[in-house]
T-cell receptor, first 114, second 114 residues
Framework: KAGVTQTPRYLIKTRGQQVTLSCSPISGHRSVSWYQQTPGQGLQFLFEYFSETQRNKGNFPGRFSGRQFSNSRSEMNVSTLELGDSALYLC?????????????FGPGTRLTVL | SQQGEEDPQALSIQEGENATMNCSYKTSINNLQWYRQNSGRGLVHLILIRSNEREKHSGRLRVTLDTSKKSSSLLITASRAADTASYFCATDSGGGGSNYKLTFGKGTLLTVNP
């Protein structure tokens, strides 16, 4: 099976712009989670989607949003970018076996905000 | 906030030696997972240990879990230069036994010198 893919891999934006990142989960996986990784805050949970519904949300401002499509692919959007949004954004997918399951991560999108 | 705290923050050893990393967490968990990350890339899942398990092995990896002390350890035996990476523990904090909301520690940077 192909792994989790994320596009683009690298992105440079300026303050005030918005950005959309894409994630394609492992085939058959219905849960997609997003994480932000920065040197200062480490890995932080953004949100999780399952069957096009947001099930969990981390402690991030409303500028961060996401969605999931019927094919389980997911996008996250950050509006009005700030310098502090520079980070590695990781997407993870998980199968559903009625509970605990392993999350498989993609290679990440490195966002730089100038 | 970080659920897990890895110790030490950095570890440097010689090839062939064993490496031990520790993780402490604050709240009750359903499971604990260890991940590896090479130089700012995606996370690679290493091992998952459930709250009712005390020890688990996978190849050169050995993980222990002590729920009474809220701590876990990861042992890598006979380390190789290729093991050089950051290692993170992650606990699930989702409801109903779901691990779709992982909380990560800040990681241990392991350097294995040839």
């Amino acid at each position: 099976k192909a792994g989790v893919t994320q596009t683009p891999r690298y992105l440079i934006k300026t303050r005030g712009q918005q950005v959309t990142l894409s994630c394609s989960p492992i085939s058959g996986h219905r849960s997609v989670s997003w994480y932000q990784q920065t040197p200062g805050q480490g890995l932080q949970f953004l949100f999780e989607y399952f069957s096009e519904t947001q099930r969990n949300k981390g402690n991030f401002p409303g500028r961060f949003s996401g969605r999931q499509f019927s094919n389980s692919r997911s996008e996250m959007n950050v509006s009005t970018l700030e310098l502090g949004d520079s980070a590695l954004y990781l997407c993870a997918s998980s199968g559903l076996r009625g509970g605990t399951d392993t999350q498989y991560f993609g290679p990440g999108t490195r966002l730089t905000v100038l | 906030s970080q659920q897990g705290e890895e110790d030490p923050q950095a570890l440097s050893i010689q090839e062939g030696e064993n490496a031990t990393m520790n993780c402490s967490y604050k709240t009750s968990i359903n499971n604990l997972q260890w991940y590896r990350q090479n130089s700012g890339r995606g996370l690679v899942h290493l091992i998952l240990i459930r709250s009712n398990e005390r020890e688990k092995h996978s190849g050169r990896l050995r993980v222990t879990l002590d729920t009474s002390k809220k701590s876990s350890s990861l042992l890598i035996t006979a380390s190789r230069a290729a093991d050089t990476a950051s290692y993170f523990c992650a606990t699930d904090s989702g409801g109903g036994g779901s691990n779709y909301k992982l909380t990560f520690g800040k990681g241990t940077l392991l350097t294995v010198n040839p």
